[in-house]
Each structure stands twice: as C-alpha cells, then as structure tokens.
C-alpha cells in the first residue's frame, strides 16, 4: 500500500503551471499541491495568481508573471526560475480559443493562436530540457483538446494549433527520452470552468442541453483533468510517453 500511495505523491517536487490563474491552470495547480508539489505558477494577472496561490496546500509555492508571447526569452525566464533548484514536471495550460469562422479568420489571427497555444509550448519544452533545469526523472503535460482530433464549425485555427501540440509531443517524446523527460498531452472536452459557466448564460437552457447531449457522461469538471495530469506527471505514469489522454467523457466516440 506505500508503495502505491508513494507513486501518487510529489514530495516536494518542484513542478511549473502555466496559465495558473484560473481555468485548468489552477485546478491542476491545487490538485498538485494537494499531492505534495511546490508549484511555480505562471500567468499575466498577479492579482489572479496570488489568489491560486492562497488556495494551495503545503508551502513553498511561488508565482512568476510571464507573457508567453515573448518567445524568444522564455529560456532565460526558465533559467532565472531553475536558479534555485530544478523542475520536475511542467504543466502547460496556458492558451488562447477563438471561436471565428474562416473568413474572419485572417492570417495574423491564426499566427497569434499558434503562437500563443503551439510556439509556446516548443519553446517552454526546449528551454525545460536546458542543463540545470530540469532533474530527471521529469515529466511535460500539456493541455490539448479534443479539438485536435475532432472537428468543429469555426475552429480551424485552434484544432490546428491543438493537433500540433499532439503531433509535436509525439516527436519531443522520443528525442527527450534519453534524457529521462516524459512528454504527454491530455484533450479535454468541455469542461466546467468560470469561464465556460459564464459563455452558459448566453445560452437558452434549450442549447445547454443539445451541447451536453454530445457528452455521453455530461460535461466534465476542472478536476476531472487536474486529476488525469496529475497521474501522466506522477511515478505512476513512468512508462507513459508520448500519449493523448482524450478526457471527455465520451463525446469524440460519437464523431
């Protein structure tokens, strides 16, 4: 019984969120620490990261306000956060969805979704792999979508930038390997989140229910995720590389 309760425990590993203001972020970040992580949570708003530090459990937690568009210095950024010990899991949520259909979907509008969902995540892996920044054995999560595997109407731009980031780990999986760094994505479906409750109120309860029809076990919860993360980060997960944990309660079965 330790044995598999110490495959689920973190015991003070220092483990990076991205987008850990809110949303998935955060739900992972709280579960984390509730396993026994440190986390270093990283999003634009202070005020918003301050307040998903206060939620967590245990102690040792730090926040680092970070725009992700700055590509070009996220090694750097990821070498000031590493000064003072390693990282031992990233979580990278952090992302942009913009629902448009193509013909209001100009080229600088796809270039931003990319960069921001797609780029990002090339460069905080490359710059996780750096010397000194990581300690072995490690893990990369990131959050996809089932939008990257299935279709929606005026979602061209976000499915192709999701789509890569699960091809993209594919390749990071097997050149990272050698180094003892495991890379994963997990593709939620609709998930509960403050932001998706708010987008609700816009809807008849009519709609709300032809949306949830396509769930087969309805719509998930932000820990549903948070959980599945938790367990490709863990010593659990040690022989998992290289997957897409779909996490959608059933829906892309009827696509």
């Known amino acids: 019984m330790d044995h598999a309760r110490d495959s689920f425990s973190f015991n003070g590993q220092r483990i990076l969120v991205t987008g850990a203001s809110s949303g998935l972020g955060r ?10 992580a440190r986390l270093v949570l990283s999003g634009r ?3 918003k990261l301050e307040a998903t530090r206060l939620s967590l459990v245990g102690s ?3 926040t680092s306000v970070f725009d992700l568009t700055r590509l070009e210095d996220i090694s750097a950024w990821i070498a000031g956060l590493t000064a003072d010990g390693p990282l031992s899991g990233l979580v990278h949520s952090a992302g942009v969805a913009k629902t448009l259909p193509v013909k209001a979907t100009d ?11 797609t780029e990002s995540a090339f460069a905080l892996a490359r710059a996780f792999r750096q010397k000194k920044s990581f ?5 990369i999560v990131f959050i996809a979508s089932i939008a990257g595997i299935v279709g929606y109407a005026g979602l061209s731009a976000y499915s192709a930038s999701k789509a890569a980031i699960i091809g ?4 990071l999986a097997m050149e990272f390997a050698r180094d003892g760094i ?13 932001m998706t409750r708010a987008e609700q109120s816009f809807l008849t309860p009519q709609q709300v229910a032809a949306l949830e029809a396509d769930y087969p076990l309805g719509f998930g919860e932000p820990e549903d995720v948070a959980s599945a993360v938790s367990f490709l980060l863990s010593a659990s997960g040690k022989w998992i590389t290289g997957s897409n944990l779909v996490i959608d309660g059933g829906a892309s079965t009827l696509r």
């Open 45 to 47: 708003d202070e005020r």
């Open 60 to 62: 040792g937690h730090v």
């Open 107 to 117: 080229a600088a509008t796809f270039r931003q979704v990319m960069s921001v969902n």
């Open 135 to 139: 300690l072995a054995p490690a893990s």
């Open 168 to 171: 993209m780990a594919r390749s």
């Open 182 to 194: 495991r890379v994963n994505c997990v593709s939620p479906g609709f998930v509960m989140t403050e």
């Open 27 to 36: 739900a992972c970040a709280v579960f984390l620490s509730g396993l026994g």
